[in-house]
T-cell receptor, first 111, second 112 residues
Framework: KQEVTQIPAALSVPEGENLVLNCSFT??????LQWFRQDPGKGLTSLLL?????REQTSGRLNASLDKSSGRSTLYIAASQPGDSATYLC??????????FGTGTSLTVIP | NAGVMQNPRHLVRRRGQEARLRCSPM?????VYWYRQLPEEGLKFMVY????????ESGMPKERFSAEFPKEGPSILRIQQVVRGDSAAYFC??????????FGPGTRLTVL
């Protein structure tokens, strides 16, 4: 069974700093990996989707990489802003029907 | 993800009552996933539905929980005889052929 781990569980950085969030998974036979942000009491907002054949995806200040062989993905956030404060979740889709979520990294960007 | 609608946003039930949660996927999408999120825990898969078909319900508790996605109307997650342990946020996600999910705002169920 796929297990998804996100480290660290919480992160606090000053505004303007670049940062990296980590996601690891145990089974490399994945279909895709998706990064989300979740604000308190809200649903999940899709940030980036990386198909299994891709190495990275970029959107604005966000860059996500995927290394299937090592079971790792990173989300890079450049020039962090207070509005980036949220919980960031990664989700791995297996080759069947299921998605597996990590427990998230809670990010606080201090003005 | 603003296109995925869930209602109600908040639902309060007493133990033993029934809870019905509704989800309308994004226009043109015919697949939905339901998840449960407990405090301090990640999202847990419950069921994957296509219109008029349950594709995978392996994450659904065997008793009291059921889901449907009729040809017309929203997908419904039904919890019978609710217990306090059912209190959680329930999310549905609309699913594209590219394998991308778009989430609704969730229904927060509180069982008194």
């Amino acid at each position: 069974k796929q297990e998804v781990t996100q480290i660290p569980a919480a992160l606090s950085v000053p505004e303007g700093e670049n940062l990296v969030l980590n996601c690891s998974f145990t089974d490399s036979a994945i279909y895709n990996l998706q990064w989300f942000r979740q604000d308190p009491g809200k649903g999940l907002t899709s940030l980036l989707l990386i198909q299994s054949s891709q190495r990275e995806q970029t959107s604005g200040r966000l860059n996500a990489s995927l290394d299937k062989s090592s079971g790792r993905s990173t989300l890079y956030i450049a020039a962090s802003q207070p509005g980036d404060s949220a919980t960031y979740l990664c989700a791995v889709k297996d080759t069947g029907n299921q998605f597996y979520f990590g427990t998230g990294t809670s990010l606080t960007v201090i003005p | 993800n603003a296109g995925v609608m869930q209602n109600p946003r908040h639902l309060v039930r007493r133990r033993g009552q029934e809870a019905r949660l509704r989800c309308s996927p994004m226009k043109g999408h015919s697949h939905v996933y339901w998840y449960r999120q407990l405090p301090e825990e990640g999202l847990k898969f419950m069921v994957y539905l296509q219109k008029e078909n349950i594709i995978d319900e392996s994450g659904m508790p065997k008793e009291r929980f059921s889901a449907e996605f009729p040809k017309e109307g929203p997908s419904i997650l039904r919890i019978q005889q609710v217990v306090r342990g059912d209190s959680a946020a329930y999310f549905c996600a609309s699913f594209t052929v590219a394998g991308e999910q778009f989430f609704g705002p969730g229904t927060r169920l509180t069982v008194l």
